[in-house]
């Protein structure tokens, strides 16, 4: 590999993770999505001549609209919440769930088409909510970066920020925040790294790390325990 083509790939590379791009969901039309399809093909030049199938275009506007409706609404989302607010009367999510026994040996046609699928099937609720995540992971990077909105751990300022309730764990998205609030943000992921990094270090150490106050330390990390 030369210089050049080393260079592009750590650019590319630093790009993907930034924006959220994982092994586990990377693909073409992901890839289109946030970098256009020039870029796709570039990666994927065997399937250059392919489309997008339809109904991925059609979630794929599903999702942003609800996400910006969610963020534009409250300032911030989460992925359960996302999925509950799409609507998807449109498709016919229960063909798709009887289509996908077909792979299961021994399972006859007919007796797929007669299978009856209730609303409040749990098997079907688990299959409607598995295939919507992998659909929301899809698109997710290309509209947080696309509309400038962010991805983190929930923390207590966002919390403070956004009246965000103690049961919500995990990432969230939200809209752009003041920049004092950012760094504030920054400054307390940078302590947790640290901590996690190293648990001998202690609570003064840190604060000389990190260039605050030894009780704004150990509030951060009270607050992840």
Request: glycine share 4%.
């Amino acid at each position: 590999m030369d210089t050049e083509r080393l260079i592009l790939a750590e650019e590319m590379s630093k790009f993907f993770y930034q924006n959220h791009l994982t092994i586990s969901n990377f693909n073409r039309e992901q890839l289109i999505s946030l970098c256009g399809v020039e870029e796709g093909n570039r990666i994927f030049p065997d399937r250059s001549d392919e489309e997008i199938p339809g109904l991925n275009r059609s979630i794929s506007q599903e999702i942003k609209r609800v996400v910006n409706k969610l963020i534009q609404v409250k300032g911030w989302t989460y992925d359960h919440e996302i999925i509950e607010y799409m609507d998807i009367s449109d498709f016919d999510m229960k063909q798709r769930y009887k289509d996908s026994f077909k792979y299961i040996p021994k399972k006859k046609s007919d007796e797929l088409d007669s299978l009856a699928v209730l609303d409040n099937d749990v098997g079907f609720q688990k299959w409607r909510y598995g295939f919507l995540a992998k659909k929301l992971a899809m698109n997710i990077p290309a509209i947080i970066s696309n509309q400038e909105f962010r991805k983190v751990r929930v923390n207590k300022f966002l919390r403070k920020q956004f009246e965000i309730p103690i049961h919500i764990k995990g990432f969230v998205y939200h809209q752009e925040i003041s920049e004092q609030g950012i760094q504030l943000e920054d400054k307390a992921s940078h302590i947790l790294r640290l901590k996690q990094h190293d648990l001998s270090l202690s609570s003064a150490k840190i604060a000389s790390i990190v260039g605050c106050s030894r009780q704004y330390v150990s509030n951060i990390l009270k607050c992840r325990d």
